[in-house]
């Protein structure tokens, strides 16, 4: 009966003509939820919900799936981003921010635009490679972000460059990931870095027909000798002690920005501290205004209005950068304008977003630094020892987060959020940091705290998974479980589906009130981005970015992700769309493969040089690839790697820049004893993980 019904309204919508109404991407466009024929915007519209209206694909007709059709991505490999769907043409942002055109029934390339990133990153390269999120879109226009922190607005027609702006300081560490966001003619920009450098956050907002600055707000005080630039810098400083600002302090907005359009406020999801340790950056103590905070800001203007700490005092990485959601929820019978927020800290946290004003708070992942949240203050009852005050704690979550920057989703029909969660927890410990006389570093990896990265993460520590969330209860109505973490974002429909793609390369859609699996397929490759539907000519289809990566993947891979196969450039990125029907056979992207560790029997290693080694590869090498010298897939596995056992073509490489049109940094400052000090960690991490490997198949 159903499927008569689809197939008759097929017929009726072929029978249209084909040309579709153009779209004006304005405010109204953006603010409007019940269209579902377009995907306008990171979040879908300015309430970045993730919802779509759209109902062809539901709980009973998702088995008729099928790939419809694929764009293989060959120079591509990071794929983190959403790709933004308006009248039929499918936009993305790819490795690099390359930038791509596409016809959304076809896959036909309709044009592509490369910022040449790799030439403009410089010495960004060594800590934060090809990842990007997404683009925006405002009448005509796309406007996109580089990691060197230039904005480049394109016409949306041709993909010709119309202006571009360089938002960041390039020599400051700062890069830029996110996604920009659109708003009454402006357009929003933050950016990253504070692990990385002397990083002092801030966003910017700037004219989208000319490119020039119209407003920016900084998130952290500078030195109070300077002046500050408006009173809530005044207001912040009184909050910060010692000589924070020699440190940068941080509170980077490197990913939720949302335009509140009942409000006319921009709310900010802001950065942790710079560096971590918040005894070297405010000795005294103090709770760093605005670092992890949610704060709103007049969109015209870029005025304070209020704010929500969520982490006091941070020290542990517990940004709240992650996406913030309007939703409209009835509480206590009622009607509140609310936004939710699931930060890395890992309490979901309901606000009026009004006034700011907290309204719940509860767990929604495994945490052990604090035991609640104070409804009275506002503030978190933090555990003793959570500040690892007394040597080592073992704390609930780590710096990944109970939820990072994986989109979350929001169905006002069913009423829930679902979440991609993770249990990833990190032992803390600052035991060996000099207090006194701490450096921020420069263009390399430095938290002003130990947590034992330069051991491999092993697999089946961890625990994640997709959650079915009541923000008005404040509980979990289902969850199902799933494999290690770094499982991608999150979409629900009108059609009861929640759609998600994880680290196994697996695509699934699971019903909305129950969490029951309904459809899944194997795509061949780990999935790291959120998926969008749309509409064309009557049909609803799913595209999905398919491409392992982004930098938690790197960080702390670890054999945690490296078991999966995914390794540097094995398998073939892909764009992938979905359609009641579809026919197309998966692509197939290249078998999994798990690199083997050299160990030579002749290299004897030298004990002092490993450590040695240990600390520059934490420094320097780590952030690509990977916890204990095993890649989680950003980047080659250099305990397998040939070229790097071999001196001189690992100097060559390492120091003289042979591979740089790939992506691979130079370092210049490293010495011939520091290259020699690293080949001797790596090749002892080899030569462990070899004993470790026989061992293992004598049982
Ligand atoms: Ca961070």
Redesign the pocket.
């Known amino acids: 009966m159903r499927r008569f019904a689809l197939c008759a309204a097929l017929a009726l919508v072929v029978s249209l003509p084909a040309a579709q109404a153009q779209t004006v991407v304005d405010a109204k466009a953006l603010g409007d939820q019940t269209q579902g024929r377009n995907w306008l915007a990171y979040g879908r519209n300015f309430h970045e919900q993730r919802f779509s209206p759209l109902t062809q694909i539901n709980t009973e007709s998702v088995k008729q799936l099928g790939l419809e059709w694929n764009m293989p991505l060959p120079r591509d490999h990071s794929l983190l981003g959403t790709p933004l769907a308006v009248d039929g043409v499918l936009y993305f942002s790819g490795s690099w921010s390359v930038t791509r055109a596409v016809d959304a029934k076809t896959g036909k390339l309709l044009w592509e635009y490369a910022p040449k990133s790799i030439e403009h990153a410089g010495e960004r390269l060594r800590v934060m490679w090809d990842s990007n999120r997404g683009l925006a879109y405002w009448k005509g226009t796309l406007v996109i972000c580089t990691i060197d922190g230039r904005l480049i607005a394109l016409d949306a027609k041709t993909g010709k460059p119309r202006w571009s702006t360089q938002t960041t300081d390039t020599s400051k560490a700062l890069y830029v990931s996110g996604h920009p966001k659109v708003f009454r003619g402006l357009v929003l920009i933050g950016n990253g870095g504070?692990?990385f450098g002397a990083a002092r956050g801030y966003v910017s907002a700037y004219h989208i027909t000319s490119g020039k600055l119209a407003w920016r707000w900084y998130v952290v005080p500078g030195n109070p000798a300077d002046g500050f630039e408006d009173a809530s810098m005044e207001m912040a400083a009184k909050t910060w002690t010692g000589e924070w600002w020699k440190f940068g302090g941080g509170g980077n907005v490197w990913n939720g920005i949302t335009y509140d359009p009942e409000f006319n406020q921009i709310l900010l999801g802001t950065?942790?501290g710079s560096p971590w340790n918040r005894k070297v950056r405010s000795p005294g103590g103090g709770d760093n205004l605005f670092l992890c905070s949610i704060v709103a800001l007049d969109a015209d203007t870029g005025k304070y209005k209020w704010h929500y700490q969520t982490v006091p005092g941070e020290t542990w990485?517990y940004?709240s950068s992650m996406d913030i959601v309007l939703a409209d929820l009835e509480l206590k019978g009622k009607k509140t304008k609310a936004l939710l927020h699931a930060p890395k800290n890992g309490f979901f946290y309901v606000l009026d977003r009004s006034n700011g004003k907290l309204l719940s708070a509860e767990k929604f992942a495994q945490v052990n630094w604090a035991t609640g949240i104070d409804m009275k203050t506002g503030r978190p009852i933090e555990r003793e020892g959570a500040r690892y005050e007394d040597g080592e704690e073992l704390i609930y979550p780590g710096?990944l987060g109970a939820h990072s920057w994986h989109a979350m989703s929001y169905s006002p029909k069913t009423g829930l959020v679902y979440i991609p969660k993770q249990e990833v927890p990190a032992v803390f410990n600052d035991k060996s940091v000099k207090m006194v006389d701490w450096r921020s570093p420069y263009f390399a990896t430095s938290m002003g705290v130990d947590m034992g990265l330069g051991h491999d993460v092993p697999k089946d520590v961890t625990n994640s998974s997709l959650i079915g969330w009541d923000p008005v209860k404040q509980a979990k109505v289902w969850e199902v479980s799933q494999p290690e973490y770094w499982n991608a974002g999150t979409m629900v429909t009108a059609g009861d589906l929640v759609f998600q793609g994880g680290v196994t390369g697996e695509f699934a859609a699971y019903h909305a009130l129950t969490g029951a699996k309904l459809w899944s397929v194997n795509v061949g490759s780990g999935i790291s981005a959120p998926p969008i539907t749309y509409e064309v000519d009557g049909r609803q289809y799913v595209s999905l970015l398919v491409g392992f990566g982004g930098a938690g993947v790197s960080m702390a891979g670890g054999t945690a992700l490296s078991q999966f196969g995914w390794a540097y450039r094995a398998q073939t990125r892909q764009l992938l769309t979905f359609a009641l029907g579809g026919k197309t056979k998966m692509p197939d992207v290249g078998a999994p493969v798990r690199p083997k560790p050299i160990a030579p029997a002749d290299f004897k290693v030298d004990a002092t040089l490993a450590t040695r080694g240990q600390e520059l590869y934490l420094s320097h090498c780590m952030m690509c690839h990977g916890a204990g010298a095993v890649a989680g897939g950003y980047a080659p596995d250099l305990r397998a790697s040939v070229l790097f056992a071999q001196p001189e073509a690992m100097k060559a490489v390492v120091r003289n820049g042979a591979k740089m049109p790939l992506g691979m940094p130079r370092f210049v400052d490293l010495t011939d004893g520091d290259l020699d000090a690293l080949q001797h960690f790596v090749r002892k991490r080899a030569a462990d993980d070899a004993k470790a490997a026989a061992a293992a198949a004598k049982k």
């Open positions: 504070t692990e950065g942790n990485d940004n710096p």
